[in-house]
Nanobody, 126 residues
Framework: QVQLVESGGGLVQAGGSLRLSCAAS????????MAWFRQAPGKERDFVAT??????????YYANSVKGRSTISRDNAKNTVYLQMNSLKPEDTAVYYC?????????????????WGQGTQVTVSS
């Protein structure tokens, strides 16, 4: 089993930045596909970014809504994945969830992930 704990959310003004962290425990996730999703009130859980592989074999993929403003990365020594978000907009307001799957493939559907964190709230004020 993999346990995921997100942190780093908060209240920020539009144009600001946040770095979300997802600390994994239970298993080493260096070979797992890791992803961030977000869910706003009354809306479905949407894909944000994913990272697979590590080192020179790292691959990242982003939703169009965050591409160019966000960077997903991983620190295998800390068994942690990060999401750096810049130029935040009010529409980025949501609960952000970390997810993991024991695979090297790229998945953007939440149904393909086996492990989830409890979420961290990000609120962007205008």
């Amino acid at each position: 089993q993999v346990q995921l704990v997100e942190s780093g959310g908060g209240l920020v003004q539009a144009g600001g930045s946040l770095r979300l962290s997802c600390a994994a425990s239970g298993r080493t996730v260096s070979n797992y596909a890791m992803a961030w999703f977000r869910q706003a009130p009354g809306k479905e859980r949407d894909f944000v970014a994913t990272i697979t592989g590590s080192g020179s074999s790292t691959y990242t993929y982003y939703a169009n809504s965050v591409k160019g403003r966000s960077t997903i990365s991983r620190d295998n020594a800390k068994n942690t994945v990060y999401l750096q978000m810049n130029s935040l907009k009010p529409e980025d307001t949501a609960v952000y969830y970390c997810a993991a799957r024991n695979s090297m493939a790229v998945f953007t559907s939440p149904s393909r992930y086996d492990y989830w964190g409890q979420g961290t709230q990000v609120t962007v004020s205008s």
